[in-house]
Structures are given as C-alpha cells and as structure tokens.
T-cell receptor, first 109, second 111 residues
Framework: DAMVIQNPRYQVTQFGKPVTLSCSQT?????MYWYQQKSSQAPKLLFH???????NEADTPDNFQSRRPNTSFCFLDIRSPGLGDTAMYLC????????FGSGTRLTVV | KQEVTQIPAALSVPEGENLVLNCSFT??????LQWFRQDPGKGLTSLLL?????REQTSGRLNASLDKSSGRSTLYIAASQPGDSATYLC??????????FGTGTSLTVIP
C-alpha cells in the first residue's frame, strides 16, 4: 500500500505558467519534505514542515512556495516555472527513517 | 555541514558477483543512516535503515554496516542479479531533521 502518494506522476507545463504538485501521506507523520532532483544528481532539499512550522532552505528560489493545509497533505507551488526547473520533485515524510513518494517528473517547455 | 560521499560513482559487475558500495560522512553525530535504491525516473525506495546505536542491518541479500567513529557505511549485495541494477543512495539523518544525501553509486549488473 502506497503511504506517500504524489500526483501527478508526470507534468508538462509551459514556461511561466504556474503549476502545483501534490503530496499526501497516510503515515500521520509530523514532518514532510519537498526535494528537487535533477538528472544524475542527489536530491536537493527545498523545504520541510515540522507540523505546521515551515522551514525554507536558504537557497530555495522565491519562485517555489509550499502549503500544508493539514497533516496529510502538502503542496508545492511553482509560480513561474523556468526551463531550469525541469526535474523530478520528491515528497517525503519522516518517522522511523524516511519514506518517499514515487515523485512527479516535471518538464517545463 | 554534513558531507556525504559515495565511491565509486558507477560500478559494473557480472551477474552473481558479490559487491560492496561505500558511503562516508564527515559528521558522526547522526541519528541514523539509510540506504535507498532509485530506478531511472522513479522515486526512492528505502532498503535498510541503521540506527546510530546499531552496527549493521540485513535484509535478504543486502547487508548494511555502520561505523560512526570512522564515518563510514557499506552496503553489501550478495549474488548480484540484473534486477539489482539501479542507483544506490545513502543518507544520514542529523539533528534538526536535516537529511543529507550522498551523490549515489550507479550499479549495472551484466547478465
């Protein structure tokens, strides 16, 4: 049973057109994370929530925003995607170790 | 800041061979260390988690060891199979809910 679910699996968006990626979890974990992973690179942390406490990484572009309306759901909003934002976006929760979703592959054209 | 390094970056072995993947980290003050597998275009699948008080964990053909004092972990894969071909990532969990990934080892098992 999937415990961290990301939608959609694939997303193509136009340059500058806002896009929202979603993540839900059934683990009831307090901490949720968003990572960006570009080809052949390690995942890079964008931000994380400890419950509703939002923590932004210093080098996360302002173009990236996040919302967590409740424990189960977390959203990644990219306000004006650029070509350089083409990547895999991974959502994760932490309890006993990390559990990742299957990711959303975003392509900006 | 924690730095996690994985060597080699790529490894190619014939089917049936036993192999070891290496992970080193600079800050030994970790809660745990986790090994993941990532298939191309997919998310990360957790393989093994070793708590800081543990020395090793085993799951099937996989065995992971942890030596905090030397800042090293190894992932041992016995009797490799083509289906083991993937990128293997190690990551440490440090204080402040900080999770640091290595750059990964790309493994190819040749039939």
């Amino acid at each position: 049973d999937a415990m961290v679910i990301q939608n959609p699996r694939y997303q193509v968006t136009q340059f500058g057109k806002p896009v929202t990626l979603s993540c839900s979890q059934t683990l009831n974990h307090n901490v949720m994370y968003w990572y960006q992973q570009k080809s052949s690179q390690a995942p890079k942390l964008l931000f994380h929530y400890y419950d509703k406490d939002f923590n932004n990484e210093a080098d996360t572009p302002d173009n990236f925003q996040s919302r967590r309306p409740n424990t189960s759901f977390c959203f990644l909003d990219i306000r004006s995607p650029g070509l350089g934002d083409t990547a895999m976006y991974l959502c994760a929760t932490s309890g006993y170790g990390y559990t990742f979703g299957s990711g959303t592959r975003l392509t900006v054209v | 800041k924690q730095e996690v390094t994985q060597i080699p970056a790529a490894l190619s072995v014939p089917e049936g061979e036993n192999l070891v993947l290496n992970c080193s980290f600079t800050d030994s003050a970790i809660y745990n260390l986790q090994w993941f597998r990532q298939d191309p275009g997919k998310g990360l699948t957790s393989l093994l988690l070793i708590q800081s008080s543990q020395r090793e964990q085993t799951s099937g053909r996989l065995n992971a060891s942890l030596d905090k004092s030397s800042g090293r972990s190894t992932l041992y894969i016995a009797a490799s199979q083509p289906g083991d071909s993937a990128t293997y990532l190690c990551a440490t969990w440090n204080t402040g809910n900080q999770f640091y990934f290595g750059t990964g080892t790309s493994l190819t098992v040749i039939p």
